[in-house]
């Protein structure tokens, strides 16, 4: 029998974590699906469970009873698609019947950027499931931002004069909370979630210079350059070093330097820009 009880996976990380605190502070039971119980959370009116997504027999016993689950999509691979797959087939078997799923702006079989079709199969996969569902097609994380910048002050891809309209985790946070406690009026439903400040990178690495005191500054490589630069500080296969370097090939081709309407008409003001993310990073070290 299922309860009001909500399922939240991705709670040992920065989105799942935020989810879970916001639903627990409006008084919602929830039960954490995690893979390392220690590292879970410590957050009031929640049962731990242990589950990685592609362990079926463990994911469906641990949504036993659940109706709403919120599944923040797993960290890249090049079988993320498959693990993602697993865990939406035991949230069918163990009868849960709404799923709210973190996809990616621009999810399509052939987006540039090459992890956002990982998302789009996810939301086919999901569709064809009999789950009922919502799709939050999230922009690029501004938290990010900072970590893109090397230990030189450049921050380098190929993403031209291209812009980004990214968002805040707590907005993302925000809305899929608000989501989750009323999931009926939000079912079959996609929102596109961007920010509201298109930057290119040259501005990106002047907003980053005022909030740190140091300066950045971009270049914009060749894509040769890029994968050249990746492959030999990194070492990393084919697979992932393309979904780096895509990540800039993409803003370079306009997909991701609109401003969609989704994200404040969800949220009931502006979403929040680069200056006001780093403002609160910096508040919290
Ligand atoms: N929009 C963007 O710019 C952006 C940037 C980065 C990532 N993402 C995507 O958005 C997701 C959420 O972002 P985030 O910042 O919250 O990521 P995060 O801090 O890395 O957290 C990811 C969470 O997913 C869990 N997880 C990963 N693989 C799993 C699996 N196979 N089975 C069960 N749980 C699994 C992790 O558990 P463990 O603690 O056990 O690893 C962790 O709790 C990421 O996982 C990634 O897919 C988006």
Redesign the pocket.
Known sequence: MSDNTIAV????????GLVARSLSTSGHPLRLL???PN?APSIDNTTLVP????DFDAAAQALDGIDVVFM?????SQDRVD?HRRFIDAACAAGVSHIVY?S?LGAAPDAVFTLARDHWATEQHIASSGLTHTFLR????LD?LPHMVGTDGVIRGPAGAGRLAGIA?SDIAEIASSILEEPTHHRGTTYELTGSEPLDFDQIASTLSRSSGHSSTFHNETIDEAWESRRSAFGAPDWQIDAWVSTYTAIASGAYGWVSPDTAKLLGREPMTLADVLGRLDGQQ
Do not use: K, P, Q, W
């Not at 589950?51 to 592609?54: C, I, K, L, P, Q």
């Open positions: 996976t991705g709670s040992t990380g920065r989105l799942g995690v893979r390392n590292r589950a990685d997504y592609s923040v999509s797993a960290h890249e693990v973190t990616f999230n922009s690029f994380y990010l985790v």
